[in-house]
């Protein structure tokens, strides 16, 4: 052990002076020296039916510095390459930076591959996993949905969280993938000598070594190479600005497919099947260029609105989800912002709030066109607020709170990875509730919100609703996964465009059919000698499949079929060799879909 300390000291030393000066790290980053000279990780992204973008970069020597590095590649359906798919070579350089970036073309469909690279010297990056987009019989999809992870702001535990998930289709990264500036506005984990920003002055070999300095931490790394990522940048990307050279170097470390025909333009369409068709929006580049009637910029541009309200118009899928960097819903801080220190009588006049005519206009069109089951995923904020959308939430003849009628589509913003919110700002406890509740108060249309804590989000699609989670970890020090808190579930039914009402904190997953019935879990907290039972009452006979997840979405118990007859059963649930923790139980099957929390 002594001698792998050692070897990654030097490793520290050699990568920190091809950047011009040593540094000392936080705990918890390392390059991955076990696998040199690839010490910057694997990634993949922007996952289709049939190709899917992975990349890496490989560290030069001082001799190849001025050379041409040709990296091998492979990529199969296991872990062990023991069935191969496809393999190549790539040739890079110092004018890329030396990545390497591939879009792998003449995949199958929904399928799971694992793919690595290697050196001239035969020198094996580690291995990744990445998936296609999956075309017919898509019933059931799972991401996980990210943003705002600055590295000085805190550790992450909530990518290595998102890593060790399973069946994941991709990671939705909403923006501030990294941070151009020093952090010292909420500083955790700097470096000695401390950081300095980068900027629309810097050298594109210092937005360089700032990507280079995230693949240091070993949990962003691992969650690259753990699930496709499909990303947008936002401002502090790439400076607030369209600064051309942190665009091209930001392109040059993210695994995002490039339009041929613009090479700034990232917004784009993925179609899983006829479930999901997500849209991914990008606001920096387009903000502030078009105007509307009033003279009022569009937060979109034309050629992305009229694109995007096309694509809502012609779209055939089931749901339609919407990433999009800002916050959307309206959030008012009408006689609060001075106690958060927001000069305004919105949250950030940076987001659509700041844009209300765009925003009015997109709603109108939504709502005009009667299309259903959009749900837009937000990131910026760094707070997490479950939102119903409509184009006036104050008008009570247009929008209903209690019953959430007049609501067009619903958001989703489950909070930051790491960047600093109301928790940051020093505040005594029983004031962070209170500015809560004031908030809360305000905006009639938030069905929850989280001013404090940090971590990430995951929705699960089905045909017949979308189930969306927040999960929270500590930023402040390295901690398990298995110590991740959660909030939710937030359930949007088919149809509805507003989110479910919970008449009971344990109902508000449910989703039954006419006269059936199922109860709580008992005894929960299990018993070490009975096992836990659900009492079922159903009109007529069903088929029913049940399995137990725990925090990090892994299935602890196998899934059963049970066939329960018209009138009442019961199933039993033996937990008895689970481990002590909070597990969630699914049962689901022929209209019906529960869920119950398990303590053990």
Not at 236 to 246: L, Q
Not at 393 to 414: M, Q
Not at 497 to 504: L, M
């Amino acid at each position: 052990m002594r001698t792998l300390l050692l070897s990654l000291g030097l490793c520290f030393a050699c990568l920190s002076l091809l950047q011009g000066q040593i540094i000392t790290y936080p705990p918890n980053m390392y390059a991955d020296s076990m696998h040199a000279p690839f010490y910057h990780g694997i990634a993949s992204g922007d996952p289709l039916p049939d190709a899917v973008i992975i990349w890496t970069r490989i560290t030069p020597t001082n001799t190849e510095l001025g050379d041409t590095l040709t990296v091998s590649w492979e990529m199969a359906l296991d872990d062990q390459f023991n069935s191969p798919v496809i393999a190549g070579e790539y040739p890079t350089d110092s004018t890329s930076d030396f990545t390497v970036k591939i879009d792998v073309t003449g995949l199958d469909p929904g399928q799971t591959y694992y793919y690595r690279f290697w050196d001239e010297s035969g020198n094996y990056s580690v291995t990744g996993r990445t998936k296609t987009v999956p075309i017919t019989g898509v019933d059931s999809l799972k991401f996980a949905v990210a943003s705002c992870s600055h590295i000085f702001h805190g550790y992450f535990n909530a990518y290595r969280a998102i890593a060790a998930r399973e069946n994941l289709n991709a990671v939705i990264h909403l923006g501030d993938f990294i941070y151009n500036n020093d952090g010292n506005n909420a500083p955790i984990r700097i470096p000695d000598p401390p950081p300095t920003s980068v900027n629309n002055t810097s050298s594109k070999n210092d937005w360089r070594a700032r990507h280079a300095y995230y693949r240091v931490d070993p949990d962003f790394r691992l969650m690259l190479q753990s699930h496709p990522l499909i990303v947008v940048w936002d401002n502090h990307d790439i400076h607030n600005s369209n600064y051309t050279p942190a665009m091209e170097v930001w392109l040059e470390w993210v695994p995002v497919r490039e339009n041929p025909n613009d090479w700034k333009r990232l917004y784009r369409k993925i179609q899983y099947g006829d479930l999901v068709d997500l849209f991914m929006l990008d606001i920096r580049p387009y903000k502030d260029i078009d105007t509307l009637g009033n003279g009022q910029f569009s937060f979109l541009g034309n050629d992305q609105y009229n694109w995007f309200t096309q694509e809502l118009l012609n779209s055939t899928a089931q749901w339609k989800v919407v990433g999009n960097q800002k916050n959307f819903a309206h959030i008012s801080v009408e006689g609060i912002g001075q106690l958060i220190g927001i000069e305004d009588s919105v949250y950030s006049t940076s987001t659509w709030d700041g844009y209300p005519l765009a925003r009015k206009r997109l709603i109108d069109f939504i709502d005009q066109n009667s299309i259903d089951n959009i749900l837009m995923l937000s990131g910026d904020a760094h707070i997490a607020i479950v939102t119903e959308v409509t184009s006036n939430p104050f008008d009570s003849t247009a929008y209903i709170p209690e019953t959430g009628e007049g609501s067009v589509a619903v958001e989703f913003l489950p909070t930051s990875i790491t960047s600093q919110n109301l928790d940051e700002r020093g505040l005594p406890l029983f004031l962070e509730d209170y500015i809560t509740d004031l908030v809360k108060a305000v905006n009639v249309h938030q069905r929850h919100l989280n001013l404090v804590r940090h971590g990430y989000g995951t929705i699960d699609v089905y045909r017949d609703s979308v189930e969306a989670h927040v999960w929270f970890l500590d930023q402040t020090e390295v901690v398990p996964i298995d110590s991740q808190e959660h909030e939710g579930p937030f359930v949007l039914l088919d149809g509805d465009n507003h989110w479910k009402r919970n008449p009971t904190p344990t109902a508000s997953y449910d989703l039954l059919p006419p006269n059936t019935s199922v109860s709580l879990l008992y005894p929960n907290p299990v018993s070490p000698s009975l096992p836990s039972q659900l009492d079922i009452t159903s009109s007529e006979s069903r088929t029913l499949t049940m399995s137990v997840q725990d925090l990090a979405g892994r299935t602890v118990l196998p899934s059963s079929t049970h066939r329960i007859p018209a009138g009442h059963s019961r199933l039993s649930v033996d937990a008895s060799g689970l481990a002590s923790g909070l597990y969630w139980l699914k049962l689901r099957g022929d209209g019906l879909r529960v869920g119950r929390w398990l303590v053990k």
